[in-house]
């Protein structure tokens, strides 16, 4: 799995969030959080560090069922090994819309 997913950044940024006010995508109400977040330090599951040196960016949540209806989200990331030794950095952009949402029906196996 590659470490630099949606969750490892959307953590980062989690603290720092704030209310910015709702918004309508597609009909639905969402609710708006800016994120903003600095050295982070969260381990991916090879071993290595990285921590995310910063995020910042919004949210959309639907209020009804707390599902992630977008993020655009810009980070920073210093990748470093298990010794702490530096292997490099980088940027990052997310973005990411659901749509259709109540169009399917979702279920879990039992």
Do not use: C, F
């Not at 707390?66 to 490099?88: F, T």
Request: negative net charge.
């Amino acid at each position: 799995m590659w470490p630099l997913n949606l969750e490892l950044v959307l953590a980062s940024g989690a603290p720092g969030a704030t209310t910015a006010g709702t918004e309508t995508l597609e009909g639905r109400t969402a609710e708006v959080s800016e994120l903003t977040g600095t050295d982070t330090g969260i381990s991916g599951s090879s071993g290595m560090v990285l921590p995310v040196a910063s995020v910042s960016g919004k949210i959309w949540v639907d209020p009804q069922t707390g599902a992630l209806l977008k993020a655009v989200l810009d980070y920073q990331v210093d990748v470093k090994d298990s010794s702490g030794n530096d292997k490099g950095n980088g940027s990052g952009h997310l973005e990411i819309t659901v749509t259709q949402v109540g169009n399917d029906t979702v279920s879990l196996p039992k």
